[in-house]
T-cell receptor, first 112, second 111 residues
Framework: GENVEQHPSTLSVQEGDSAVIKCTYS??????FPWYKQELGKRPQLIID?????GEKKDQRIAVTLNKTAKHFSLHITETQPEDSAVYFC???????????FGTGTSLTVIP | KAGVTQTPRYLIKTRGQQVTLSCSPI?????VSWYQQTPGQGLQFLFE???????NKGNFPGRFSGRQFSNSRSEMNVSTLELGDSALYLC??????????FGPGTRLLVL
């Protein structure tokens, strides 16, 4: 089955700096890669996603890049703010139903 | 539309007991997935139901089972509870094979 690895497990940045979280996947058939943000005590919320036919997607301060050849994808957050502090999860799936494989999460702390 | 709801929100059980958790998806969503979230293992896929049929299954023992009703509501059952089953159980609903919307979770503590 699919194996998704996520790095780093913790990340601290100064407010205004950029944050980058990286994930790798093993199954070349995976074709959908969402990123979720989970604040303490709350449910995971989708923040951005990318499909395998796209190399990059951006939404305001958040961007995701995908390298299908290397089987890795990354989340980029620019101009970080304290409210970006949360745990971020990457995931991978393929079109065989909603079976998602999640990374182990990155705890991001933005220091004011 | 109302979001995904889960009941109960908190549950305390003892080893050997069984438990049933409930998930009501967003109206119109026919797919419901269940996940176990623990600090050490992250989010692990349990199973997915679509139109009352289990469509996908993760690598959990047979003590974990589920079902889906005609109104798309889903239940998850864990029998013969073990200490290691203590976790946050999340369900997520989807209208397609992509965007999943999570419920608030049921926090299960096994003593």
């Amino acid at each position: 089955g699919e194996n998704v690895e996520q790095h780093p497990s913790t990340l601290s940045v100064q407010e205004g700096d950029s944050a980058v979280i990286k994930c790798t996947y093993s199954d070349s058939a995976s074709n959908y890669f969402p990123w979720y943000k989970q604040e303490l005590g709350k449910r995971p919320q989708l923040i951005i996603d990318i499909r395998s036919n796209v190399g990059e997607k951006k939404d305001q301060r958040i961007a995701v890049t995908l390298n299908k050849t290397a089987k890795h994808f990354s989340l980029h957050i620019t101009e970080t703010q304290p409210e970006d502090s949360a745990v971020y999860f990457c995931a991978a799936s393929k079109n065989t139903g909603n079976q998602f494989y999640f990374g182990t999460g990155t705890s991001l702390t933005v220091i004011p | 539309k109302a979001g995904v709801t889960q009941t109960p929100r908190y549950l305390i059980k003892t080893r050997g007991q069984q438990v049933t958790l409930s998930c009501s998806p967003i109206s119109g969503h026919r797919s419901v997935s269940w996940y176990q979230q623990t600090p050490g293992q992250g989010l692990q896929f349990l199973f997915e139901y679509f139109s009352e049929t289990q469509r996908n299954k993760g690598n959990f023992p047979g003590r974990f089972s589920g079902r889906q009703f005609s109104n798309s509501r889903s239940e998850m059952n864990v029998s013969t509870l073990e200490l290691g089953d203590s976790a946050l159980y999340l369900c997520a609903s989807s209208v397609n094979q992509e965007t999943q919307y999570f419920g608030p979770g049921t926090r299960l503590l096994v003593l």
